[in-house]
């Protein structure tokens, strides 16, 4: 049981480059999502799915778009990189069910990208 | 969005000693809360949750208090050991599917 997997673990992009961050995971979790981190901010939600086939926007969306076409995998993909992009990126997934501990999110490592 | 926020940036400790995180909520209609730590490096990891329905939820170390009459979240830490240096977010929810996160806090223990 791997839990939540992210790769890269870095990159580095020039601007208009695009790219996809992926994210997977082996829990059989609904519900997966992509956070940014930016220094001396908290974790904001880029994207998020509450199962295969069904994605909605979060709190920070432009710039990036996701798919979920298993409920394994979640990919971030950036169509062209900007350097407003640069942050560390993180994917973390529930079993999405709203019981206690049920919603509780489990995070991958991070991917650290950065555009110049 | 929703506005989580934190009181003290950074908080250094001496190990041994107890540790109070503190944390603002705005949203009156939040009703999940959640701690989690994270280490260098890492991603984060849960500590304890606690729903609206409590004041008070305790875990091994760790001890979570809400007031919701002044919208104030709380992490308690007995006896802090250097391997609780960390950053500390707290996440409020009040839509099953988005989680609002504060900036954090950091702790520093001093051996």
């Known amino acids: 049981n791997a839990g939540v997997t992210q790769t890269p673990k870095f990159q580095v992009l020039k601007t208009g480059q695009s790219m996809t961050l992926q994210c997977a995971q082996d829990?059989?979790?609904?519900?997966m999502s992509w956070y940014r981190q930016d220094p001396g901010m908290g974790l904001r939600l880029i994207h998020y799915?509450?199962?295969?086939?069904?994605?909605d926007q979060g709190e920070v969306p432009n710039g990036y778009n996701v798919s979920r076409s298993t409920t394994e995998d979640f990919p971030l993909r950036l169509l062209s990189a900007a350097p407003s992009q640069t942050s560390v990126y993180f994917c973390?997934?529930?079993?999405?069910?709203?019981?206690?501990?049920?919603?509780?999110?489990?995070f991958g490592a991070g991917s650290r990208l950065t555009v110049l | 969005g929703e506005s989580v926020g934190l009181h003290l940036p950074t908080l250094s400790v001496q190990e041994g000693d107890n540790s109070i995180i503190n944390c603002a909520y705005s949203?009156?209609?939040?009703?999940?809360f959640i701690w989690y730590k994270q280490e260098s490096g890492k991603g984060p990891q849960f500590i304890i949750d606690i729903r609206s329905n409590m004041d008070k939820r305790q875990g091994q170390r760790v001890t979570v208090l809400l007031n919701k009459t002044v919208k104030h979240l709380s992490l308690q830490i007995a006896a802090t050991q250097p391997g609780d240096s960390a950053v500390y977010f707290c996440?409020?929810?009040?839509?099953?599917?988005?989680?609002?996160f504060g900036s954090g806090t950091k702790l520093n223990v001093k051996p």
């Open positions: 949203n009156s209609a939040s009703d999940y």
């Open positions: 996440a409020e929810n009040n839509n099953f599917n988005k989680f609002y």
């Open positions: 829990m059989n979790h609904e519900y």
């Open positions: 799915s509450v199962g295969a086939g069904i994605t």
């Open positions: 973390a997934s529930s079993l999405g069910r709203w019981s206690s501990g049920a919603n509780v999110l489990t």
